[in-house]
């Protein structure tokens, strides 16, 4: 079975909330001292939605044992895009400890739903297992809904492409010419992002993880970072890609600087980087393609949840 390039689903997801009115709002000034739950990414988009307040954070194991031991905690907010697996576990023991819930989720009937106390659910559009993208964009999407998604839809596709661009001497003519960067040429990419979107660090990563495995070595860290003995060992067939570069520093022979859409908004940012990790899959053996299927059965068998290689609307 042929499954789409993560490209394709970050426009088909900007195309999605181009066309939406009247989205839900995700207003979190009601929640003081909550603790957020998700699971992978759903974990860290929590940690970016509620980094400017005072809430806790933890994954589907640390739930019973905070909700124990930290009496300040008011609310669970579970971050679940299924509202499956975790979700109704977490909201289950959140009950017992006698706390408001909130699920917000891309499911409109899940088991999830039925035990929050309050739900937001937000679109999604049909996309492979474990890709996750219009959902989690969503979600982010509530921070700056006057986000130009037009806009961004031209940046991604013509701005960011053609900085993805080289010089080089054509054969034929002997000219400096512009080429994409053939990303095949490379054995390991290093990422930089702005200070402001460190917490998208784990969430590209763990796209990496999710597309590559161990098949393609891979780092990212904001600028502040970098300042930390990142690039001590030098690699020849290393690429750093480095967004929003102010500082005028290059970290190694091989690097390119590339623009970024907006300085305030994680949801542009977080598409920007997912299309620019699809160009590295695009240049690389399919792994994602040719081992998904195989996972979901695997998965499945160990843990149970019903797991499947399309995440359906």
Same mark, same amino acid.
């Given at each position: 079975?042929?499954?789409?390039?993560?490209?394709?689903?970050?426009?088909?997801?900007?195309?999605?909330?181009?066309?939406?009115?009247?989205?839900?709002?995700?207003?979190?000034?009601?929640?003081?001292?909550?603790?957020?739950?998700?699971?992978?990414?759903?974990?860290?988009?929590?940690?970016?939605?509620?980094?400017?307040?005072?809430?806790?954070?933890?994954?589907?194991?640390? %739930?019973?044992?905070?909700?124990?031991?930290?009496?300040?905690?008011?609310?669970?907010?579970?971050?679940?895009?299924?509202?499956?697996?975790?979700?109704?576990?977490?909201?289950?023991?959140?009950?017992?400890?006698?706390?408001?819930?909130?699920?917000?989720?891309?499911?409109?009937?899940?088991?999830?739903?039925?035990?929050?106390?309050?739900?937001?659910?937000?679109?999604?559009?049909? #996309?492979?297992?474990?890709?996750?993208?219009?959902?989690?964009?969503?979600?982010?999407?509530?921070?700056?809904?006057?986000?130009?998604?037009?806009?961004?839809?031209?940046?991604?596709?013509?701005?960011?492409?053609?900085?993805?661009? %080289?010089?080089?001497?054509?054969?034929?003519?002997?000219?400096?010419?512009?080429?994409?960067?053939?990303?095949?040429?490379?054995?390991?990419?290093?990422?930089?992002?702005?200070?402001?979107? %460190?917490?998208?660090?784990?969430?590209? #990563?763990?796209?990496?993880?999710?597309?590559?495995?161990?098949?393609?070595?891979?780092?990212?860290?904001?600028?502040?970072?970098?300042?930390?003995?990142?690039?001590?060992?030098?690699?020849?067939?290393?690429?750093?890609?480095?967004?929003?570069?102010?500082?005028?520093?290059?970290?190694?022979?091989?690097?390119?600087?590339?623009?970024?859409?907006?300085?305030?908004?994680?949801?542009?940012?977080?598409?920007?980087?997912?299309?620019?990790?699809?160009?590295?899959?695009?240049?690389?053996?399919?792994?994602?393609?040719?081992?998904?299927?195989?996972?979901?059965?695997?998965?499945?068998?160990?843990?149970?949840?019903?797991?499947?290689?399309?995440?359906?609307?």
């Amino acid at each position: 079975m042929l499954y789409p390039t993560i490209n394709s689903i970050v426009l088909d997801t900007i195309d999605l909330y181009a066309k939406q009115e009247n989205l839900p709002q995700l207003d979190l000034s009601g929640y003081h001292t909550p603790l957020v739950v998700g699971s992978g990414n759903g974990y860290y988009t929590g940690r970016i939605l509620f980094r400017n307040l005072g809430a806790f954070f933890a994954t589907e194991s640390e %739930v019973a044992a905070k909700l124990t031991n930290i009496d300040s905690i008011t609310d669970v907010v579970v971050i679940s895009a299924s509202g499956e697996k975790h979700a109704p576990i977490i909201l289950t023991t959140a009950k017992e400890h006698h706390k408001n819930t909130l699920l917000i989720s891309s499911s409109t009937q899940s088991s999830g739903r039925d035990i929050a106390d309050h739900t937001i659910v937000m679109p999604k559009i049909r #996309e492979p297992y474990t890709y996750n993208t219009s959902t989690y964009f969503g979600y982010m999407l509530s921070e700056t809904p006057d986000l130009d998604l037009i806009q961004l839809r031209r940046f991604i596709t013509v701005e960011l492409t053609e900085s993805l661009s %080289v010089p080089v001497i054509s054969a034929k003519t002997g000219i400096q010419i512009p080429a994409i960067i053939n990303f095949a040429d490379f054995s390991s990419f290093f990422i930089v992002i702005p200070n402001e979107f %460190v917490l998208l660090r784990e969430m590209f #990563e763990t796209k990496f993880i999710e597309l590559f495995g161990r098949r393609v070595a891979r780092d990212i860290f904001s600028y502040e970072q970098m300042k930390h003995a990142a690039t001590v060992v030098q690699d020849d067939k290393e690429l750093f890609l480095c967004f929003g570069n102010t500082t005028g520093i290059r970290y190694g022979d091989n690097q390119i600087d590339l623009p970024i859409f907006d300085k305030n908004s994680y949801a542009a940012m977080m598409l920007v980087g997912y299309y620019l990790i699809w160009k590295i899959q695009e240049a690389l053996p399919p792994y994602f393609m040719e081992s998904i299927s195989d996972y979901c059965t695997r998965a499945k068998s160990q843990s149970g949840f019903n797991i499947a290689p399309w995440v359906e609307v």
